[in-house]
């Protein structure tokens, strides 16, 4: 039994002894349907949030406004949204008000695409007004009412129908595909972080070369800031990418608009495995570049290298890491300060350079990492800074 569901049960039949009317809707009752595995359970209610929250001890006030609060229940969630029926919509995104409604089907008409709008009672009874079920077997997205319209309500529903085709494997019908052509256009207009979080579900979906083709016949993707080029690509391979790698393989392929949004861990990231991508393409890696770089982003430079049709060194990557006979410069049998107790030095900032220069012959096997070794060494460039400095003073 899933417990995820039976709880989700118990929450409606909680709003119905109440008076209000509820259903699970959307991509639980889409995927139930489907038997695919599926994440969260949406309840569409004719009670509003405010009735929502005095019924349950936990809700939280997720999305208010737009008529969606959060109930915890047997350590579950479920997002529980009051039926809503869309003012107009401005920005090509957002509705300029939302109305509550106690109809069920005003609800369902705002709503994106049929296979996205079949309800389904607490006793597991299915309601379908949209003609979805037909849509679900025949593996059909299609728009819920007049394609135009509606993806100039929203255009990120665009994006969207290319997520469920990425999902699921399904064909877009005519009518909406034809729409979203004559559309496309209206992409630029979404910020930039929902384009992203859209094409993060692309990019991870089953039936991703399948979306993205899609996206190339219809030209969305040159909607998409210098992407086009990399997408092209990605839609021939059969490697799995994730997001990021996706991104990357892009930003190879093409110079890339600087509007693309990442965390700051992942734009250094980003920028390391170009710069490793430039000097391992044609080259092979070296124990200094795994030791600077760390295994796990060299593993991941080479995957984009792979990717792209150059040499796998994933073998040699992982021998070199093994082999390093240093794993941090404190591991250095002859430190900074060891330089400062032998030698009075009136620049500080040779003993870096001197450090570097013992670190990089270390891991290289240049020398050994023997305390005599790099004592005699180190003095030896203490000297020849000096001489090259003009600097005689003891
Ligand atoms: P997934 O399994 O990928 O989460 P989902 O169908 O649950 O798919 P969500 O983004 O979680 O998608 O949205 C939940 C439901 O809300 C959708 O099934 C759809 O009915 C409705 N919905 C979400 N976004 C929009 C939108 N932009 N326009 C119209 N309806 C939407
Ligand atoms: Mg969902």
Redesign the pocket.
Known sequence: MNKYFETGKKILVKLQDAGYVSYF????V??LLLGIE???I?ITTSATPSEVIALFNNVKETGKKYGSVTVLMDEFKYEVTTFRSDGEYIDNRHPDVVTFSKDIMDDLS???FTI??IIMDEQENIIDNYGSKNDLENKTIRTINNPLKRFKE?S??IL?AF?FVS?LGFDIEEGTLEAINELKHLIKNISIERVMVELD?IFRGKHRNKALRYMLETEVSEELYGLSDGLKFISKINQELYPIEAFIVCFIMDDIDDIWRFSNKNIRLIKQILDLHEVTKNDIFNRFIVYVNGLETCLLANKINVVLGYNDQEDLIRELEEALPIKDVCDLLFKGQDIMWLTPLRKKSWIGIIVDDLKYNVIMGYLPNDYEVLKEYALKKVKELRLEMGDTDE
């Open positions: 809707v959307g991509g639980y889409r995927d599926s994440g969260d949406d705002r709503r994106d996205n709008a929203d990120l529903r969207r997520r999902k579900k």
